[in-house]
């Protein structure tokens, strides 16, 4: 995983959580009707559809993956379906003019906000926490490595005297036993947040869905009155 990428995307998601929290400090009830707002809200609309749209029927349609990925790798599809996703989420957020006060604006804001939040704990908090395990599990291989083989004075870093070594060889296996413990907490956080890729799935199906609620309601009751 790129740093860069990871530190970007984490970057964007904090903005996010900032704009949001803005309607404390900021109100703006006209603006989601003006024409400005009505153009961030189309745009975030937009994004957010190709976000999903093109990423989600490559990668369940296989005939089409073949296709596409003689062109593009899914890495880079999965990249394009985070960028635009949180581009479209921050338009929208901007749309809003924090104008919560309708039900269906509500629910919308907070579904949007939860598909961000699973999709970043499935990209980067699910890869970061392999990432840790894979580390700890190699400075575990070479700590069992040193305590198993004979120990001479100087081989393997283990002291020459035997009051020393075993003074090393019970520090180490305590730090052998913290590092199991710390590997089968991780293990049990992983498998916990595995369960994301549900969680992510639900919430976009339900995000599109009240999108849709929220753009025939805009033009029912908004353009109706330039019939």
Do not use: Q
Not at 92 to 117: E, Q
Not at 128 to 155: F, I, K, Q, W
């Amino acid at each position: 995983m790129n740093p860069g990428d990871r530190a970007l995307v984490t970057s964007i998601v904090l903005v996010l959580a900032v704009l949001w929290g803005g309607f404390l400090v900021h109100r703006a009830p006209d603006f989601a009707g003006s024409t400005a707002g009505g153009f961030f809200g189309v745009a975030g609309a937009v994004l957010m559809v190709l976000a999903a749209l093109p990423y989600s029927l490559v990668r369940r349609i296989p005939s089409l993956r073949r296709t596409t990925t003689r062109h593009l790798s899914m890495r880079t599809l999965l990249g394009v379906h985070v960028y635009l996703g949180l581009a479209g989420v921050l338009l929208a957020l901007v749309h809003s003019g924090h104008k919560f006060d309708s039900v269906l604006g509500m629910a919308l804001t907070a579904t949007m906000l939860l598909v961000v939040l699973t999709g970043y704990v499935g990209r980067y908090l699910i890869a970061t926490l392999g990432e840790d395990a894979r580390a700890n599990r190699d400075l575990l291989a070479g700590m069992r490595s040193r305590l198993t083989v004979p120990a001479t004075a100087g081989t393997n870093g283990l002291p020459g005297e035997p009051a020393d070594r075993a003074h090393f060889m019970l520090r180490a296996i305590g730090a052998m036993a913290d590092l199991d413990h710390a590997l089968a907490m991780e293990e049990r956080l992983r498998m916990l947040l595995k369960r994301w890729v549900v969680a992510h799935i639900a919430l976009s199906i339900a995000l599109y869905t009240l999108l849709a609620l929220h753009v025939w309601a805009g033009i029912e009751f908004g353009l109706r009155w330039f019939r």
